[in-house]
């Protein structure tokens, strides 16, 4: 199983960015797929997920700010990002949860500047 994800890059405050997450190879048991981010010198946090059944958990700081979607005929799961700030600077990564597993994308970069 490989996570691509894609769609980081340089935004100034206020503005917004798409994140793509496509997953390749099947996943036995999926429990969520989700996105976190690790800004530097920071622990790595959960910014949201949606489950299988389609619930869907936002972390407070992007409460109102960032979408999760997913679309199950492409394998991919998105995160739309709007009225991003500085703190929201950070490496991206997609995370699919399964019965027994954990997959993890390889990161994307998100930098705003004020």
């Known amino acids: 199983v490989q996570l691509q994800a894609s769609g980081g890059g340089l935004v100034q405050a206020g503005g917004s960015l798409s994140l793509s997450c496509a997953r390749s190879?099947?996943?036995?048991?999926?429990?969520?797929m989700g996105w976190y981010r690790q800004a530097p010198g920071k622990q790595r946090e959960l910014v949201a997920r949606?489950?299988?059944?389609?619930?869907?958990n936002y972390a407070d700081p992007v409460k109102g700010r960032f979408t999760i979607s997913r679309d199950n005929a492409k394998n991919t799961v998105y995160l739309q990002m709007n009225n991003l700030n500085f703190e929201d600077t950070a490496v991206y990564y997609c995370?699919?949860?399964?019965?027994?597993?954990?997959?993890w994308g390889q990161g994307t970069l998100v930098t705003v500047s004020s």
């Open positions: 190879g099947s996943i036995f048991g999926m429990i969520a």
């Open positions: 949606i489950t299988r059944a389609g619930t869907i």
């Open positions: 995370n699919i949860v399964a019965v027994n597993a954990n997959y």
